[in-house]
Each structure stands twice: as structure tokens, then as C-alpha cells.
């Protein structure tokens, strides 16, 4: 699933051609909170919220579906 989420936020940044400083300024966080969104083998936990914020930002919505 994180792999999943990273790839996607990835994905959506590039297409906005946004920069690492750009989203954490939009987030009001660090540029190295942002790459640890980004990292698919993290070292560090990141909540679903964190997760649902960076999607919101770039104009998504995270839904999670019990299939």
C-alpha cells in the first residue's frame, strides 16, 4: 500500500510540475517530510492523514475501501 500511495503522489506531482519545497510549503511542512511521503521503503511511519493532506493539496480525495 505505501508503495502504491508514494508512486501515486509522485505521479501527481510531476504532473502539476510541482517541486519537493512547493508541496511542503503548500502542506506547511518540511522538504524532508515530503521526501519521506515519497520514500516506498520508508524509515520513518507516515499516518494515512499525512497522506490524505498531500492528496488534498493536489486536488484528490484518499478513499479507503474495505473490498
Known amino acids: ?5 508514494a508512486s501515486e503522489l509522485g505521479a501527481m ?4 510540475k510541482w517541486t519537493h519545497v512547493k508541496l511542503a510549503a503548500e502542506l506547511r511542512t518540511s522538504r524532508p517530510q515530503v521526501e519521506r511521503l515519497l520514500n516506498p521503503q520508508p524509515t520513518k511511519s507516515i499516518t ?5 493532506k ?3 493539496v493536489l486536488g484528490k480525495r484518499l478513499a479507503l475501501v474495505d473490498a
Open 1 to 5: 500500500l505505501r508503495r502504491m500511495l
Open 54 to 56: 498531500a492528496v488534498a
Open 13 to 16: 506531482i510531476k504532473k502539476r
Open 48 to 52: 494515512m492523514t499525512t497522506f490524505s
